[in-house]
């Protein structure tokens, strides 16, 4: 799969060549990047890295040790150039999503239920059932909403197509554990604190309501018979690598931390 620059027509070793074309949702970002001072970028990094650092904004590193022995830990990653998505390319992936998740809950209600899409002979039995995260318990039992995934993690990657534009590509679903999202939310926060110029030229997208989003999903997933369900994050403890994502989203959605 070839790369694909976000901003620019052609990829940095063509610019000498065939000259660089900056993409049009592009314009206004490039234009303000051009008077910027040569060394502000790097004093922008250097202040949100300390402001990740104090906030304890880091993830853990498994099989990593320090000098002394301890576990590692890494801040998030944050890159200051900002990916611009357009709002119709937005909306097509959004919808594509949608979809995507719909019926991968759709696939999940059925390996429980009917199995329809075994007897069909579109995935082997074996493929299924001998897979070690296959639950026979949950054979014929039904979920509030048919949904079995709240949480749905789907990676997309970006290639360019035959017109140079890219296409998006779904790497893989995580259903099971998907974390980050705080360090998205966390990201927004920081590029508003650093560059509150760029949003105010821009129609951006708000994400702060996550949380609340999250919490009502949650809460639709409760048994009917529970009026006033009791929401909570489950975390391993500190030392689990998305430890901070678990008090983040405890505290933003106003419910406890519980661990085992």
């Known amino acids: 799969m070839q790369k694909f620059d976000e901003m620019y027509t052609q990829l940095p070793y063509e610019f000498f060549t065939h000259g660089a074309k900056i993409r049009d949702h592009y314009r206004i970002y490039d234009e303000w990047l051009a008077r910027q001072p040569g060394n502000m970028m790097a004093k922008r990094r250097e202040e949100a890295e300390m402001i990740f650092r104090r906030v304890g904004i880091t ?8 000098e002394e022995g301890a576990g590692t830990e890494r801040l998030i990653p944050f890159d200051l150039i900002p990916r611009i998505i357009p709002a119709h390319e937005w909306r097509d ?25 075994l007897k069909a002979g579109l995935i082997p ?3 299924i059932e001998q897979n070690a995260q296959f639950r026979p318990q949950m054979m014929g039992v039904d979920l ?29 679903d995580n259903l099971r554990v998907p974390s980050g999202v705080s360090y998205m939310l966390e990201d927004r926060k920081m590029m508003m604190r650093l560059f509150p110029d760029l949003f105010s030229a821009h129609r951006v997208a708000p994400i702060a309501h996550y949380p609340d989003l999250l919490l009502e999903t949650l809460r639709q997933s ?39």
């Open 222 to 260: 409760s048994p009917a018979t529970t009026a006033e369900p009791t929401v909570v994050v489950l975390t391993p403890g500190m030392y689990n690598s998305a430890y901070f994502e678990h008090a983040f989203l405890a505290q933003q959605m106003g419910i406890e931390l519980v661990e085992g």
């Open 125 to 127: 039995r074996e493929q």
């Open 93 to 117: 992936m959004e919808h594509g999503l949608e979809q995507r998740v719909t019926a991968l809950n759709r696939f999940l209600h059925d390996i429980y239920h009917d199995q329809e899409i």
């Open 144 to 172: 509030p909403n048919n949904v079995y995934s709240q949480i749905s993690g789907i990676d997309i990657v970006r290639a360019p197509d035959a017109k140079g534009n890219g296409e998006y590509y779904v790497l893989e």
């Open 59 to 66: 993830f853990a590193v498994y099989g990593e040790k320090d």
